[in-house]
């Protein structure tokens, strides 16, 4: 399906997407992009790279917990957007 993520459910990506875009989101967008840009921009390292991508998933899901878009999200929606976040700046 055009716009989802093969791991998490179409209405998971939307909802995602539609929360992301609230200007609320700002800091979690300029973090997430962050992340993005400076990994490309590295060597290849896996052992660094593996530890660098758990890294940022921990300390992404604490932001999304101490977000108020985020607050009362069920674990599920708190996975999802674990699922599709590396996918979020390609929709940028």
């Known amino acids: 399906m055009e716009g989802s993520s093969p791991s998490a459910p179409p209405l998971a990506w939307h909802h995602f997407l539609d929360r992301m875009r609230h200007p609320s989101a700002a800091d979690l967008v300029r973090s997430i992009k962050s992340f993005v840009v400076s990994f490309s921009n590295a060597a290849p390292d896996p052992e660094k790279d593996s530890a660098a991508v758990q890294e940022f998933l921990a300390n992404m899901e604490a932001a999304f917990r101490a977000h108020t878009l985020w607050a009362g999200s069920s674990e599920?929606?708190?996975?999802?957007?674990?699922?599709?976040?590396?996918?979020?700046?390609?929709?940028?």
């Open 76 to 92: 599920e929606e708190l996975e999802n957007a674990g699922e599709v976040i590396f996918l979020y700046p390609l929709q940028l």
